[in-house]
């Protein structure tokens, strides 16, 4: 389970060892806490404005303000791939 975490976490992020250690966290209060409040931002729409102060691309920005959180993840996930592959081919010139 670690290992198809691992991908989608900054570098140098520790994860709980074990998988009993990982269900632990994603089930502790504090955690259920965070992600419900940004489920509630997410939904709410608050989330928009501050998105679009950073520089995220159009994919991103659309999909939280259509509030559809799986294009989201899709579309976060995409561009952290294409901002590592930018940075990868830049420490290589």
């Known amino acids: 389970m670690q ?3 691992r991908p989608h976490l900054p570098q140098g992020v520790a994860i709980p060892e074990t998988e009993t250690e990982l269900k632990q966290s994603i089930s502790s ?3 259920r806490q965070i992600v419900q ?6 939904q709410s729409g608050e989330l928009s404005s501050l998105i679009a102060q950073f520089n995220f691309s159009t994919d991103v920005i659309n999909a939280v303000n259509q509030r559809d959180l799986q294009a989201f993840a899709t579309a976060l996930d ?12 830049m420490d290589m010139n």
């Not at 995409?78 to 990868?88: A, G, K, L, P, V």
């Open 3 to 5: 290992d198809k975490i």
């Open 29 to 31: 209060p504090q955690f």
């Open 37 to 42: 409040g940004f489920s509630t931002v997410f």
């Open 78 to 89: 995409r561009f952290y791939q294409t901002s590592n592959d930018i940075d990868t081919t």
